[in-house]
């Protein structure tokens, strides 16, 4: 089989994993919305990623600790700056916030070892999941976004 013929198979039958209700509303908060098979493949990894090292403050479904931890699903912060996002996952976060109307004061904590693929891909996920829809982010974009925030 060519490297091709598997990566598209690969791809084929992972977001079968992910489909279980097609059509349905609870799509946008999942892979199976992706349709674009290089979106897939990074929110694939960024989802792996984003379990490990975000999920356990922002949640698995990005909904945040309460008033403690600020929410992703959704968050007006996120979307309105996706440099300051790449810039905040690898070097963290201190000071207030305003998310949704509601402020937050807790330190993010940094992910130095992340490299910028790393976080091309959690963004990808990110960004793609929860009714967001930004296609891919790749990691010269990040490479980029960190490189003005320095």
Same mark, same amino acid.
């Given at each position: ?6 990566y ?5 039958? $992972? ?9 349905? !509303?609870? %799509?946008?908060n999942?892979? &199976?919305? @992706? ?7 990074y ?5 792996v ?10 949640q698995?479904?990005?909904t945040?600790l309460?008033k $403690?931890?600020?929410?992703?699903n959704?968050?007006?912060?996120? !979307?309105? %700056?996706?440099?300051?996002? &790449?810039? @905040?996952i690898?070097?963290?976060?201190k ?8 402020v937050?004061?807790q ?14 891909q ?6 793609n999941?929860?009714?967001? !829809? ?17």
């Amino acid at each position: 089989m060519s490297k091709n013929l598997a990566y598209y198979f690969y791809i084929v039958v $992972l977001s079968g994993l992910f489909s279980c209700q097609s059509g349905t !509303k609870k %799509d946008e908060n999942t892979l &199976a919305s @992706i349709k674009d098979s290089k979106v897939l493949q990074y929110a694939i990894e960024g989802k792996v990623l984003y379990e490990s090292y975000c999920a356990n403050c922002h949640q698995k479904d990005g909904t945040g600790l309460g008033k $403690l931890i600020p929410p992703l699903n959704p968050s007006d912060y996120m !979307k309105e %700056d996706i440099g300051r996002t &790449a810039h @905040i996952i690898k070097y963290g976060q201190k000071g207030e916030i305003m998310v949704n109307g509601v402020v937050y004061d807790q330190v993010m904590p940094s992910n130095p070892r992340l490299t910028n693929m790393e976080i091309a891909q959690i963004m990808t996920y990110i960004y793609n999941i929860w009714g967001n !829809k930004e296609g891919l982010i790749d990691a010269n974009t990040v490479g980029g976004y960190l490189e003005k925030n320095d």
